[in-house]
């Protein structure tokens, strides 16, 4: 398995196909009253996350706490010696120090991750860089779909709103298409990068058209803190037009399902009913993360030379 996971580009279908495959053992461990299990003993991960999460940070908290191993929290904020000037490399040199194994990494920067994998020994986990990647979503959404749909191959993904910042959609289209997807990007024209071409998806400006054809419906987060760069006239008529609601709904097939990696602006790229329908996995899409989370940190830190059949579970 590799080192740092910074981008869903290193990871090859096989290894994709590997750590799902191990994600199905940690899920099992997940329903048990005691969901523990000792993999990552004496091991120590440390979250060092520079930009708000709820899900991304929980789910690697507990995800390394159920493998057994010991878990420092590091905020980038006025509790640390950040706030003194300390600089991002120095911090990372410090927590190297101390013995870390891994470093799960969230920051604003695009490309922080990479920079912080070149100064520290440990293993860099990208939990979220800037608009570039998340690389941990993607894979805990593949496995999300993995449990609807027997094959990834052909299957229709349209992924729906902020492309243009969106390090969700980057990760989902490289992992989707690595594994024989179909991806359209449905948005208005103003949230569509300037170099989609090379992306490998499908652009449509026509969301009740796409929707029948679809086999997953992916919203993204309308990203309010952008409001004032005026890509949108306003939330309500983002709603209006991209928005899925009751009526958008009825035009999906009968097993499509609905997606979205969270947090919801609820009423604005998803009405408040449709997210609590059936076929909205969104919770579930919760779940899996910790599960995935738990396979990347057994592959990377505990198991490289282990088959999965071998995953000590028991
Ligand atoms: N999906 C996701 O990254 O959510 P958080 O920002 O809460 O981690």
Redesign the pocket.
């Known amino acids: 398995m590799i080192k740092h996971l910074l981008s869903i580009d290193q990871l090859s279908p096989s290894q994709i196909e590997l750590v799902l495959k191990t994600a199905d053992s940690f899920r099992e461990v997940g329903t048990r009253t005691i969901k523990k299990v000792p993999i990552l003993r004496g091991r120590t991960v440390c979250n060092l996350f520079f930009e708000?999460?709820?899900?991304?940070?929980i789910s690697f908290e507990l995800a390394a706490k159920r493998l057994s191993a010991d878990v420092i929290n590091f905020t980038g904020d006025a509790r640390s010696s950040l706030a003194k000037g300390e600089s991002f490399k120095d911090t990372a040199q410090t927590l190297q120090a101390m013995g870390v194994d891994a470093i799960v990494v969230r920051h604003s920067s695009a490309g922080a991750p990479h920079r912080l994998s070149r100064w520290v020994e440990a293993s860099v986990i990208n939990a979220?860089d800037g608009a570039h990647e998340?690389p941990t979503?993607a894979l805990l959404d593949l496995y999300s779909i993995r449990e609807h749909f027997p094959s990834f191959d052909g299957l229709r993904v349209g992924i729906v709103g902020d492309i243009l910042h969106s390090r969700?959609a980057r990760s989902d289209v490289a992992a989707l298409t690595k594994m024989g997807s179909q991806v359209t990007l449905v948005a208005p024209p103003t949230l569509i990068p300037p170099a989609i071409e090379g992306w490998g998806a499908e652009v449509s400006y026509d969301l009740e058209g796409v929707l029948p054809k679809l086999d997953v419906v992916y919203l993204l987060r309308v990203q309010k803190e952008r409001q004032n760069e005026q890509l949108v006239p306003s939330l309500r008529e983002y709603a209006a037009f991209w928005g899925l609601d009751r009526r958008r709904v009825e035009l999906m097939k009968p097993e499509a399902i609905i997606m979205h990696?969270?947090?919801m602006n609820r009423g604005v790229e998803i009405a408040a009913d449709v997210a609590d329908l059936e076929r909205s996995i969104i919770i579930d899409q919760v779940t899996n993360g910790v599960a995935v989370r738990m396979s990347l940190l057994y592959l990377m830190l505990g198991a490289a030379d282990r088959a999965v059949e071998e995953v000590p579970v028991g």
Not at 52 to 57: E, G, L
């Open positions: 708000s999460s709820t899900r991304t940070r979220g998340h979503q969700v990696p969270g947090p």
